[in-house]
Structures are given as structure tokens and as C-alpha cells.
């Protein structure tokens, strides 16, 4: 897999995010917004953490361990705001 597949997908996931939080004026649609952004940051890290675990002998998942903390916290976020 090349990194760069991912990570034009992330961009183009991160910049519509933005697009929908600077456009929309309903806040459910800003947080689903942000949770496209918060989707595109997971993407790159599980992208990056499965191309560097293929040139280290040793994985430790970092990026998956960084994505499930990521995923908790937009859970927090979005209970706190509805």
C-alpha cells in the first residue's frame, strides 16, 4: 500500500470538514463536521502506524492505540453536545 493513497483522502476528508464547520450554522451539522476532521486524523494515524510497523521488526500499534483514544474522546464530544 503507498502512504499516499490515505493520506490525499485524509486531506480531502479534513478539508471538507472545515468546508461544512465554516459554511454550516446548525450545530449538529458543525459536530458532524468535526467528526469528519476527527475521522480524516484517525485515517492518517492508522495509515502511518501500518507503513512504519512494515520497517520496524517490532509493532506496537501505536497509531490504533491513538485512534480508539481518539474515538472516545469525539464520543465524550458529541454526548457533551447534543
Do not use: K
Not at 476527527?38 to 490504533?64: C, P
Request: proline letters at 1%; hydrophobic letters at 65%.
Amino acid at each position: 500500500m503507498h502512504l499516499a493513497y490515505p493520506a490525499v483522502l485524509a486531506v480531502l476528508l479534513f478539508c471538507v470538514g472545515v468546508y461544512g464547520v465554516l459554511a454550516r450554522r446548525n450545530a449538529i451539522l458543525v459536530l458532524m463536521s468535526v467528526e469528519l476532521m476527527l475521522n480524516a486524523v484517525n485515517l492518517n494515524l492508522v495509515a502511518f502506524d501500518v507503513w512504519l510497523s512494515r520497517a520496524a521488526e517490532e509493532t506496537l500499534h501505536s497509531g490504533q492505540a491513538l485512534t480508539l483514544f481518539t474515538i472516545a474522546i469525539a464520543a465524550a464530544e458529541i454526548g457533551i453536545g447534543l
